[in-house]
Structure formats: structure tokens, C-alpha cells
T-cell receptor
Framework: AQSVTQPDIHITVSEGASLELRCNYS??????LFWYVQSPGQGLQLLLK??????LVQGIKGFEAEFKRSQSSFNLRKPSVHWSDAAEYFC????????????FGSGTQLTVLP | DADVTQTPRNRITKTGKRIMLECSQT?????MYWYRQDPGLGLRLIYY???????NKGEISDGYSVSRQAQAKFSLSLESAIPNQTALYFC?????????FGPGTRLTVL
């Protein structure tokens, strides 16, 4: 069975600083990988996804993620954080080569200091 | 209008009561899901349905039941609510490459 680990429960960064959120997955085949963001009081919104091809994936809101098979990682990055990026971020892995069944990590809460 | 809607958005109930959470979608997707979110645990799958006649248990189905009334409607029931079912509940739909989430229902069981 697949699993996802987000080692950082809570991260605090200053506005304008760079950001990296870590995600490690366990899955026997080529994974489908996702990053979702949950703003306070909102549902989950897809930031980006990786299925195959270029291992550097661009998403919405200036986010990108890099798939590293050798490290079983799919870390999310942003070069300059905005106050509106404060939210909870979830990494997920899809089984069976699709988004039909997702396993989510426990989430990373991002606080942005002015 | 939102593509995936959930009602109610907030609910407070008492132990032992029967509760139904409803989900509707206008996306035309066959696949629908119910998750619960607890702090520090992420989202865990309760039930999922790949079409009207296909219902499957997820990771944490005990204490819950579902009904797929139509392609667009998927309801979650707690037959006899207990305090540890206090959580944020999300409905979702999917196509092959993405899942789409509703705004969530915050349920408190006293």
C-alpha cells in the first residue's frame, strides 16, 4: 500500500523568503503525485501534479515541485512567499496510475510573518 | 456556483443521534468520495463510489454508511454519532487526473 510522509508539521517563513515543503512517498510503481493547498475555512485546491515526463513541475500561484525517484521525494518550492500563501499544504500519492484513490500526508501548516 | 457543494457546512449534534451529510456535484463525474480530516492526520478516506451502483469502503468506514442517490449526489450517514467522529468532512469528485473537493462540513459531536 502507498503512503506519504510530510516531516514538517509546521513551518514559519518571512514574507519574501523562499519556501520548501518536504514530501516523501512510498509506492511500488511510478507514482502519481499531487500537492493540494487548504486555506482557512476552504476546501482543498490542487496546486500541481506529476504523472510522468519532466521531473520539475510548475503549478499555480508560483509554486513548483521536483520529483526525485532516487529519494522518493516530491518537494514543493516557491522562491518568494506572499502573506496569502499562509495555509495548510497536503502532499498526496495516487494509486493505480490515476487520481482515483489518493493517499494524503498529514499536512504542513505554513505561517508567513510580515 | 460551486461545482461540489456540501450541506450543512456546520453541525453540532449529540452522542447517539443520527446525522446525514450531503454532497452534490455539477461536474458530471462518476467518482465521488467522502473523507474526514483530523488535525495532524491529514485526510482519510471513509467511502468512495465509482458509479451509482458501486460503493466501496475506505480506510475508516466503521461507524459510517453512504448512499449514492444519483450520479450527482452522495450522502454520508452517521447512524449513532459518537464524540470521536468530531471532525471536518470533505466530499470530492474525480476524473482520472485530479480530485475536486467541496468546502467541507464541520461536525461536532457532544
Amino acid at each position: 500500500a502507498q503512503s506519504v510522509t510530510q516531516p514538517d508539521i509546521h513551518i514559519t517563513v518571512s514574507e519574501g523568503a523562499s519556501l520548501e515543503l518536504r514530501c516523501n512517498y512510498s509506492y511500488g510503481a511510478t507514482p502519481y503525485l499531487f500537492w493540494y493547498v487548504q486555506s482557512p475555512g476552504q476546501g482543498l485546491q490542487l496546486l500541481l501534479k506529476y504523472f510522468s515526463g519532466d521531473t520539475l513541475v510548475q503549478g499555480i500561484k508560483g509554486f513548483e515541485a521536483e520529483f526525485k525517484r532516487s529519494q522518493s521525494s516530491f518537494n514543493l518550492r516557491k522562491p518568494s512567499v506572499h502573506w496569502s500563501d499562509a495555509a495548510e499544504y497536503f502532499c498526496a500519492v495516487g494509486a493505480g496510475g490515476s487520481a482515483r484513490q489518493l493517499t494524503f500526508g498529514s499536512g504542513t501548516q505554513l505561517t508567513v510573518l510580515p | 456556483d460551486a461545482d461540489v457543494t456540501q450541506t450543512p457546512r456546520n453541525r453540532i449534534t449529540k452522542t447517539g443521534k443520527r446525522i446525514m451529510l450531503e454532497c452534490s456535484q455539477t461536474k458530471g463525474h462518476d467518482r465521488m468520495y467522502w473523507y474526514r480530516q483530523d488535525p495532524g492526520l491529514g485526510l482519510r478516506l471513509i467511502y468512495y463510489s465509482f458509479d451509482v451502483k458501486d460503493i466501496n469502503k475506505g480506510e475508516i468506514s466503521d461507524g459510517y454508511s453512504v448512499s449514492r442517490q444519483a450520479q450527482a449526489k452522495f450522502s454520508l450517514s452517521l447512524e449513532s454519532a459518537i464524540p470521536n467522529q468530531t471532525a471536518l468532512y470533505f466530499c470530492a469528485t474525480s476524473v482520472r487526473d485530479e480530485q475536486f473537493f467541496g468546502p467541507g462540513t464541520r461536525l461536532t459531536v457532544l
